[in-house]
């Protein structure tokens, strides 16, 4: 499991237990560790259930990452989530090649891409 987009600590809490391994940004990891969350297994508790039968009724890709048989192997590559986060991760990358291009040979006309 990929975990990326800390934007609360149960996006870390609810996950201790699990069989997983995260990177978590070092301010992220910071804060949890000054924190007075106890850490303890989660993992294994259910989730409401209502909050279960609305992401499934409300958010159809949701319903197709959840359901067992929602995706196929070839459709995985092509779906929402996955599209998004390759398109982040390799965006990224063209980001850190640029600014070490950038470094490496400076821009004589003064600009940076």
């Known amino acids: 499991m990929l ?8 996006h ?4 201790i237990g699990g069989d997983l391994s995260m990177t978590l940004p070092y301010e992220w990891q910071m ?5 007075d969350i106890e850490v303890i297994d989660r ?4 989730v409401d259930q209502r909050i279960l039968d609305t992401m499934l009724c409300l ?3 949701f319903r ?4 067992p048989d929602g995706l196929t192997v070839d459709e995985f590559d092509s779906y929402g989530a ?3 986060t390759l398109r982040t991760f390799i965006s990224s990358y063209h980001d850190l090649m640029s600014l070490v291009r950038d470094f490496m040979i400076p821009n004589p006309d003064g600009k940076s891409n």
């Open 31 to 35: 804060q949890f560790n000054a924190s």
């Open 59 to 61: 958010i159809p890709d």
């Open 64 to 67: 197709r990452a959840y359901e």
């Open 82 to 84: 996955t599209a998004r």
């Open 43 to 46: 993992i294994q508790n259910p």
């Open 3 to 10: 975990g990326a987009a800390i934007r609360h600590h149960m």
């Open 12 to 15: 870390w809490s609810e996950l």
